[in-house]
């Protein structure tokens, strides 16, 4: 049963620190998602790759996050310095031929 | 930004009661998704349409794009306690994915 696995699934940490968050996604898909979930915005896409290669990125704040991948088991995502405004849930997708299965997410709070 | 809209934004009803939920957009898509997520989990994927007009059936749920392919909508028929949770559309262009802000469905036993 393929899934995509996040990790971890929760953290908490304080303003300032570097955070990052791990995302494995579902073998032979070539499409990979990082989405941000909150009570007010709802669901926002940060960024995505596909074969590993990051196409867009618009949606994330340049100047603190980050988004790699790097190889095809791997992406992460990355904030440095934290800011109490980043807590939400993470999630990510990974997707093939216009579809997109999620994996549980991370839930971040930063005090 | 190709913004949807959904509605309600809460529904509580009885169980074997029928529903509607809407997803709005003045921008066009090539397709449209539905999802439902429960809590703790990521939203999973229900069905996707793609042709304007469509309606395709999963058990007791109804899903319509709209003619235009701006809009569609989700009918729920006879609801159950199982149905409850968090139902997204998402608009599709160009592999990206649009979300609508979700209608949070609560059906009581």
């Given at each position: 049963d393929a899934r995509v696995t996040q990790t971890p699934r929760h953290k908490v940490t304080e303003m300032g620190q570097e955070v990052t968050m791990r995302c494995q996604p579902i073998l032979g898909h070539n499409t990979v998602f990082w989405y941000r979930q909150t009570m007010m915005q709802g669901l926002e896409l940060l960024a995505y790759f596909r074969n590993r290669a990051p196409?867009?990125?618009?949606?994330?704040?340049?100047d603190r996050f980050s988004a790699e991948?790097?190889?095809?088991?791997l992406a992460t995502l990355k904030i440095q310095p934290s800011e109490p405004r980043d807590s939400a849930v993470y999630f990510c997708a990974s997707g093939l031929r216009g579809e997109q299965f999620f994996g549980p997410g991370t839930r971040l709070t930063v005090l | 930004t190709q913004l949807l809209e959904q509605s309600p934004q809460f529904l509580s009803i009885q169980e074997g009661e029928n529903l509607t939920v809407y997803c709005n957009s003045s921008s066009v898509f090539s397709s449209l998704q539905w999802y439902r997520q429960e809590p703790g989990e990521g939203p999973v994927l229900l069905v996707t349409v793609v042709t304007g007009g469509e309606v395709k059936k999963l058990k007791r749920l109804t899903f319509q794009f709209g003619d235009a392919r701006k809009d569609s909508s989700l009918h729920i028929t006879?609801?159950?306690?199982?149905?409850t949770g968090l139902y997204l559309c998402a608009g599709v262009n160009f592999n990206k994915f649009y979300f609508g802000s979700g209608t949070k469905l609560n059906v009581k036993p």
């Open positions: 196409l867009d990125d618009s949606g994330m704040p340049k991948m790097p190889d095809a088991t | 006879a609801a159950q306690p199982g149905d």
